[in-house]
């Protein structure tokens, strides 16, 4: 996240920004093969400007993630009208997708980022962006439209309570157990939807 000294080009802070998401996202390049010197040369900058303004790609990727520009690679949740089934389906599946070692790799780096990230990396966490417009939120947006929640259920807070567990878990033990899982999510759903 960026640090104290001269100041900083918001054109180039931008540019930085949409480079590191454009890798990671159009060109698909994996976390581990994206490199400060890439970004660099993606977003028209030296190397030093990075260096300047993050402490390393890692800082970087976090920033795009916290700001929106960089979103996180989910496949959509299935919408068959039964939300228990779907999530557990959605949530089998990408337990199978997150066992790469590149997966774990990016979530053990931004934990490092956000731990070690000051105001500003808070400032944007605290904004509650991150699981905003993500597969899981837009499913249980999908299912409060419908009126399958009880009232006063944020669906971005509930995709938070569902996801954030599900990246500890990543980052701390590699792929997540799926009954783990199950039983995560089970408790989640008491919590949100209505009692008959």
Not at 14 to 17: D, P
Not at 177 to 183: F, V, Y
């Given at each position: 996240m960026g640090i104290r000294g001269r100041p900083r080009s918001e054109a180039s802070h931008?540019?930085?920004?949409d480079a590191a998401a454009?890798?990671?996202e159009q060109e698909r390049c994996s976390y581990q093969d994206l490199t400060?010197?890439?970004?660099?040369?993606?977003?028209g900058v030296g190397k030093q400007t990075i260096y300047r303004w993050w402490k390393n790609k890692a800082g970087v990727v976090l920033e795009a993630l916290l700001t929106g520009r960089l979103k996180l690679d989910f496949e959509p949740v299935p919408n068959t009208g039964d939300l228990r089934a779907d999530l557990m389906s959605?949530?089998?599946?990408?337990?199978?997708?997150?066992?790469?070692?590149?997966?774990?790799?990016?979530a053990r780096s931004l934990m490092a980022a956000?731990?070690?990230?000051?105001?500003?990396?808070r400032a944007l966490l605290n904004g509650g962006i991150v699981w905003e417009g993500m597969a899981v939120a837009e499913r249980l947006r999908a299912e409060q439209e419908a009126g399958g929640l009880r009232e006063g259920v944020d669906p971005s807070m509930v995709a938070a309570t569902?996801?954030?567990?599900?990246?500890?878990?990543?980052?701390?033990?590699?792929?997540?157990?799926?009954?783990?899982?199950?039983?995560q999510l089970d408790m989640v759903l008491t919590g949100i939807l209505p009692r008959d």
């Open positions: 931008h540019a930085v920004l454009k890798l990671l400060v010197e890439r970004i660099a040369a993606e977003a959605w949530l089998d599946s990408e337990i199978t997708r997150a066992g790469g070692e590149d997966t774990a790799v990016m956000l731990v070690t990230g000051g105001e500003e990396t569902i996801m954030d567990p599900f990246i500890i878990r990543l980052i701390t033990v590699g792929s997540p157990d799926p009954e783990w899982m199950r039983a």
